[in-house]
Every structure is written in structure tokens, then in C-alpha cells.
């Protein structure tokens, strides 16, 4: 909002970034200045599975203790654990601490679900892995895990695979105003330029059935060992894990497998979370009509968004692949994935 525009302020012109879940927490909790650091790097019915110092060789098995209540606890957390900790069999460590969240990937089960849930904390990418063939990519799939990667504060990284069935051109230039990494994949060729890219970060890397995910992880992490499956008509495929895993890559980083996650709901996200993520955009997005969903005409006839393209600031391609985004999150009726 520029200067002269102080007056026209009303209440709801604050503009107040809706934490929600990753806002600190406040409640009150015991210290626990003993407490060991850790990454949570898996979960399952109730125990925690947690890498002493992000250390993949040091595991350890939690349970959250009774003070934490029903705090949710998710892959890629920081937590505090104490007792023991020696990762011995049949030993119990107690996570006493969570970490505020530097990110967060969120799903609810669909569009009108008003729980949402955390899936992976703190990844700093997400690797949307979409095939060229065989499923055919969809991009409505692609633009809404944009828009969940975007508003949960993650670095989107395309994953293009199987590549030796069918171009990638039509794909890039789809979303080449996004400025998004792109990396493209066969499964008979090493994944160097994802591997480079994975080096030493955390990242969720999320798909459709049968586009090559487990292929990819099994290239990425020797042993990891992920069921590769058999393509059995669109998008279907034979699905043999649902657990959230971190997987330790050897470059250091962890690439966190998502095999149950294939939708989002995007009901908890706001027009302007998405256009948060557009430093070339966000400023100009503050002069909008409050309430503004930044759609353009006729929508948002006066989205002040328009503008920049007027002024040669950002190019029409570049606002209408904002709008395509902001749009999948618009068009809530329709939930193709
Ligand atoms: N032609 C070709 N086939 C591939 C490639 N990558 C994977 N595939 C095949 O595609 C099928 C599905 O691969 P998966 O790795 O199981 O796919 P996924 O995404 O993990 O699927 P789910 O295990 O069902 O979640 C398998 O038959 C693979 O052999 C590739 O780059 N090119
Ligand atoms: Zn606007």
C-alpha cells in the first residue's frame, strides 16, 4: 500500500498472514534442557522414528510424551527427546519438544475439509514427479501441488520422468513463466541433475501412481528398496506402501517419500498466500481492493495485478500462469485429483 493510500485503510486492510498451524505454539510446556535434538523420519500407530542429530545411522524409537497432548508430530519434525535414548532394542525415548516449523506441506481430505493436516514438516522442496507418458501428465495435479508448495513455504521442483517415451517441450513451455526448476528423468540414466539438486536439503517428493517415484527413490537412495509397481491403466498402479518415510540420500538430505498423498485440498489457502510466493508480484498485489482473489476481469475487475503488465513489469504470460494457480485453487467443484 503506498503512503497516500493511508486513509482508504479499514480494518480489514491488515493485512495479517494467517499462520495457522505454523505459528509457535504457546502452550505452556516443562523444559526440558536435556533434551537430545532430532528428525523425525518416520511414524507408525503411535511410535515415532527419529535420527539422533538428522545422523541416519543413529535411529531411535519415541513415543510423544503425555505433556504434549494431541500435538501433531510429523515426518521432518525437530523434536526434543529424553529418557532413553540409546536406540538399543525394545529402549523408548519420549519427544518432549517440537520445533516451530520453517515449512510445512499440508493436505486436507478434500476441498471442504476444514481439518487440515501436516504430512511432512520442514521439507524445503517439494519434487513433483509427473511421467511424460504412461500416465499421461496432469497438469491440474501439477498446479495444485504448486500452489500447496507455495503457500507451505517449499521450493517446487518439477520432476519430469520417462523421459525416453515422450518429450518434455510441451510441458516446459507450460510453465516456463513460473520460473520453476525442472529436472527431467528416464529410468535408464542416472538422475544426476535431481541428485545434485536433492544434495544435502530435505525434500517430499509426491505423485500419481506410476509415474516412476519409487524408480526414482530406489536410483537416489541405494538400498532404500521402494516396490516398484506395474501401471495398470491411467494413474492406477499397485500401491504397496502408505507410510511417510524420510529416506537418508548419500550426499547428505533426506528425500521424503509421500506414497498415500496424491491430493490436496486447498480450502486453507488464500489468494494472497499464493501471490506471496511471487516476489515480482506481492507489492502490487497490496494496492488491491481488499477481499481481492487477484483473478483479473471478471472476477477481480479491479486487481491492481494488471498493472505490471501494463507497465512492462511482468509479462502476460507470467500473471496468467499466476492466475492459472490461483484459479486451481478457485475452482474448488472441481477435483479432478
Ligand atoms: N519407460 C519408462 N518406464 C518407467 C520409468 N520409470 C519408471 N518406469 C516404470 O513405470 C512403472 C511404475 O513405476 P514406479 O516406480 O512403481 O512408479 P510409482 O510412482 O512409484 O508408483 P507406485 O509405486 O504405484 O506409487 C514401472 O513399471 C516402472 O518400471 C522411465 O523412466 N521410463
Ligand atoms: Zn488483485
Same mark, same amino acid.
Given at each position: ?38 528428525m ?68 486436507? /481430505?478434500? &476441498? #471442504? ?7 511432512? !514438516? ?5 519434487? $513433483? +514427479?509427473? %511421467? ?8 491440474g ?34 510453465y ?16 544426476k541433475?535431481l ?59 533426506? /528425500?521424503? &517419500? #509421500? ?7 486447498? !480450502? ?5 498466500d $499464493? +501471490?506471496? %510466493?511471487?516476489?515480482?508480484?506481492r ?17 477481480d ?37
Open positions: 500500500m503506498s503512503r497516500g493510500d493511508w486513509h482508504k485503510l479499514d480494518e480489514s486492510d491488515v493485512r495479517v498472514r494467517p499462520g495457522k498451524g505454523t505459528r509457535p505454539r504457546s502452550k505452556r510446556r516443562p523444559e526440558h534442557a536435556d533434551a537430545v535434538p532430532a523425525v523420519v518416520g511414524v507408525d500407530r503411535g511410535r515415532w522414528t527419529c535420527a539422533l542429530d538428522d545422523d541416519p545411522k543413529r535411529l531411535v524409537t519415541a513415543m510423544r510424551a503425555r505433556e504434549l497432548g494431541r500435538t501433531p508430530v510429523v515426518v521432518g519434525d525437530r523434536v526434543g527427546l529424553v529418557g532413553d535414548a540409546s536406540g538399543q532394542p525394545d529402549t523408548l525415548a519420549r519427544i518432549v519438544k517440537v520445533a516451530d516449523r520453517a515449512s510445512v506441506l499440508r493436505r486436507t /481430505a478434500d &476441498d #471442504t475439509d476444514p481439518f487440515e493436516r501436516v504430512v511432512v !514438516a520442514n521439507a524445503e522442496q517439494l519434487v $513433483i +514427479v509427473t %511421467a511424460l507418458a504412461d500416465p499421461l501428465p496432469r497438469t495435479f501439477i498446479d495444485r501441488c504448486l500452489v500447496a508448495s507455495y503457500a507451505g513455504g517449499l521450493t517446487p521442483v518439477l520432476c519430469l520422468t520417462k523421459a525416453d517415451l515422450a518429450s518434455p517441450d510441451e510441458l516446459l513451455a507450460a516456463a513463466e513460473l520460473d520453476l526448476v525442472v529436472v527431467v528423468t528416464r529410468s535408464d540414466e542416472d538422475p541433475a541428485r545434485e539438486r536433492l544434495a544435502t536439503k530435505v525434500s517430499a517428493l509426491i505423485g500419481h501412481s506410476g509415474v516412476g517415484k519409487s524408480t526414482l527413490i530406489n536410483q537416489l537412495v541405494p538400498g532404500a528398496n521402494r516396490a516398484v509397481g506395474v501401471v495398470s491403466g491411467v494413474g492406477k498402479g499397485r500401491h504397496t506402501s502408505t507410510q511417510t518415510v524420510a529416506l537418508p540420500l548419500p550426499e547428505g538430505g533426506w /528425500a521424503v &517419500d #509421500t506414497p498415500g498423498i496424491r491430493s490436496f485440498g486447498l !480450502a486453507h489457502i488464500t489468494p494472497d $499464493i +501471490v506471496a %510466493a511471487f516476489p515480482d508480484m507489492e502490487m498485489a497490496e494496492e488491491c481492493p481488499s477481499g481481492c482473489g487477484h483473478l483479473g476481469a471478471p472476477e475487475p479491479d486487481c491492481m495485478l494488471d498493472e505490471l503488465v501494463t507497465t512492462g513489469a511482468a509479462t502476460a504470460g507470467r500473471l496468467d500462469s499466476l492466475r492459472r494457480l490461483l484459479s486451481s485453487r478457485a475452482g474448488l467443484e472441481e477435483h479432478p485429483d
